[in-house]
């Protein structure tokens, strides 16, 4: 199995910062791509930011010039620096993880990080 632990969300006030981290552990083969989405209350899950491990970055327009990933590749693990938060940043985090295993890709969520921007 894999497991996807992220860390790092928090309350923080409008123009704060903060990053979010995810770790993948388990049964990791070769990843992918890992990346960062999130689900504001009565909406629906949208991507804000992926990373192929080859190094092509893709974010949401709504986060370009704020937000950063990056990865610590010998720790499985990918980072969501956060800066000028919004507080329609106020959402659910979640870490995916694309893995592959021979010619077949796999997807893993992580259990969620609230992060909540105040006015």
């Known amino acids: 199995q894999v497991q996807l632990v992220e860390s790092g969300g928090g309350l923080v006030q409008a123009g704060g910062s903060l990053r979010l981290s995810c770790a993948a552990s388990g049964r990791i083969f070769t990843i992918n791509s890992m990346g960062w989405y999130r689900q504001a209350p009565g909406k629906q899950r949208e991507l804000v930011a992926t990373l192929t491990w080859r190094g092509r970055t893709n974010y949401a327009d709504s986060v370009k010039g704020r937000f950063t990933i990056f990865r610590d590749s010998a720790r499985n693990t990918v980072y969501l620096r956060m800066n000028s938060l919004k507080p329609e940043d106020t959402a659910v985090y979640y870490c995916?993880?694309?893995?592959?295993?021979?010619?077949?890709?796999?997807?893993?969520w992580g259990q969620g990080t609230q992060v909540t921007v105040s006015s």
């Open positions: 995916n993880a694309v893995l592959e295993r021979g010619t077949s890709l796999y997807g893993y």
